[in-house]
């Protein structure tokens, strides 16, 4: 059981360029979500899903698009980075009806 | 909307010290609370919640109790160690299902 697992770990891009970050749970959680890390922010709700097929928008949005195909994967594509986007991204995932969520270990970006 | 306030830090405490970290919150109904830590370099790991007033939630020594009277729900350990030495989250249920998170305290204990 390896829990949230999410790839890459690091990754540098130039403004402009577009990325997917990965994120899969081997729990059958139904919902998964992504949240953005900030210097004194705490984490912000980017997107979130409650089940294959069904995705919402959280409360930073912009600049994101999620999809969910299965149940097991919820990647976070950046359409074109930008240097506002420099952060630490966490995706997580919980069964729907508990209120525990699960953490994935996280990837930290850097857009230049 | 619901929202947690934590108190800032870093906190610096020496080994087997006492330990608050104070944690208020605002919400419409009765959301479960939630502190979770971050140790340098990792994710987010649940250290203890309370669902309801007056629970108190503990492990690894730390613990907070449920106050809706005040709000509140600090977090406390009564002697610290150099291992605990992380970023304090209290945290609470928002209405899409997610966490909202206060800014974090990181606390750093000395030998």
């Known amino acids: 059981n390896a829990g949230v697992t999410q790839t890459p770990k690091f990754q540098v891009l130039k403004t402009g360029q577009s990325m997917t970050l990965q994120c899969a749970q081997d729990?059958?959680?139904?919902?998964m979500s992504w949240y953005r890390q900030d210097p004194g922010m705490g984490l912000r709700l980017i997107h979130y899903s409650v089940g294959a097929g069904i995705t919402d928008q959280g409360e930073v949005p912009n600049g994101y698009n999620v999809s969910r195909s299965t149940t097991e994967d919820f990647p976070l594509r950046l359409l074109s980075a930008a240097p506002s986007q420099t952060s630490v991204y966490f995706c997580?995932?919980?069964?729907?009806?508990?209120?525990?969520?699960?953490f994935g270990p996280g990837t930290r970006l850097t857009v230049l | 909307g619901n929202s947690v306030t934590q108190m800032e830090g870093p906190v610096t405490l020496s080994e087997e010290a006492f330990l608050t970290i104070n944690c208020t919150y605002t919400a419409t109904g009765y959301p479960s609370l939630f502190w979770y830590v971050q140790y340098p370099g990792e994710g987010l790991q649940l250290l203890l919640k309370?669902?309801?007033?007056?629970d108190k939630g503990s492990n690894k020594g730390f613990e907070a109790t449920y106050r809706k009277e005040t709000t509140s729900f600090h977090l406390e350990k009564g002697s610290v160690q150099v291992s605990d030495s992380a970023v304090y989250f209290c945290a609470l249920t928002g209405s899409q299902g997610n966490l909202i998170f206060g800014k974090g305290t990181k606390l750093s204990v000395k030998p």
């Open positions: 997580a995932s919980r069964l729907v009806g508990t209120d525990t969520q699960y």
């Open positions: 309370a669902t309801k007033a007056d």
């Open positions: 729990m059958n959680h139904e919902y």
